[in-house]
């Protein structure tokens, strides 16, 4: 006989909520997909139905090869995403502590990153392209260039949201700045942390694809703008589904460590 888990357990949980909440996911984007496409007046040939993306993908005769097409695509398309999105949140992260040990460091670049973040990527992305080529060092830069500046400001707003009272108390019994950040700052600011590591999974699969049509011509992003240039659009939107049922997938499980990590950080020692 077995036992159901415990109400306590953080794992069974997340996973639960977790797998309660993709479900919901996917069940709305068909609902609204299905109520987009008969309300708008769209060609069937160009939009294409839940219906026809299922059959392209599991009845049809040659759904095994479309499967595993995709799926190809996918795989490299996620190795490009994770290159941006490793490099984005390391550079964010570093950047992040070094505006909180050096106040003047922050008002001096802070409106600069901004500033820069407002110029479209895909302006941009060519420049990146010229400079460090087709392959692999420009699919990192590309994508760690859209995820870096939101991470950065969400990641310094987390490390300077800790109680003013708790950083003077500490400060009062001698503790240094550094001592300060591990012991006050860094735990406070874990919540937002992990919301701008959830919030990069999707900008970094964005830098990943841009990369793909402005560089490598690889991955789903290459094969998705063959698929629209060639009209094979039954292609492209089942490239566009399972993208992004494993990019909610990912943010999930993204926000199941999240979980684990801040049930971690909170226990009663």
Not at 120 to 135: D, E, Q, S, Y
Request: charged share 10%; aromatic share 8%; glycine share 6%.
């Amino acid at each position: 006989m077995t036992t159901a888990p415990s109400k306590g357990n953080p794992l069974a949980r997340s996973t639960a909520r977790t797998l309660v909440t993709l479900a919901g996911a996917v069940l709305a984007i068909v609902l609204v997909w299905t109520l987009f496409l008969r309300t708008v007046n769209v060609s069937p040939f160009v939009a294409k139905s839940p219906a026809d993306v299922w059959t392209y993908l599991i009845t049809a005769p040659e759904a095994g090869a479309h499967r595993s097409a995709i799926v190809t695509d996918l795989l490299r398309t996620l190795t490009d995403a994770a290159y941006g999105y490793v490099l984005g949140l390391a550079l964010a992260a570093a950047i992040s502590l070094l505006f909180y040990f050096s106040r003047t460091a922050e008002a001096m670049f802070t409106p600069t990153i901004t500033a820069i973040h407002a110029i479209p990527m895909v302006t941009v992305a060519p420049i990146l392209v010229l400079i460090f080529g087709r392959g692999g060092p420009a699919t990192a830069v590309i994508g760690a260039s859209i995820v870096v500046v939101p991470a950065l400001l969400t990641m310094l707003h987390g490390i300077r949201s800790a109680p003013r009272t708790d950083i003077d108390m500490i400060t009062a019994f001698g503790a240094s700045t550094l001592t300060t950040f591990i012991k006050v700052s860094l735990p406070h600011a874990v919540p937002t942390w992990f919301a701008a590591a959830r919030v990069a999974v999707t900008t970094s699969v964005v830098g990943a694809l841009l990369s793909e049509w402005l560089a490598t011509g690889e991955g789903l992003g290459g094969q998705m703008l063959r698929a629209a240039n060639e009209f094979r659009f039954d292609r492209l939107w089942a490239s566009v589904v399972v993208l992004t049922v494993v990019c909610v997938l990912i943010y999930h499980v993204v926000a199941v460590v999240e979980d684990l990590v801040t049930a971690r950080m909170t226990a009663p020692r």
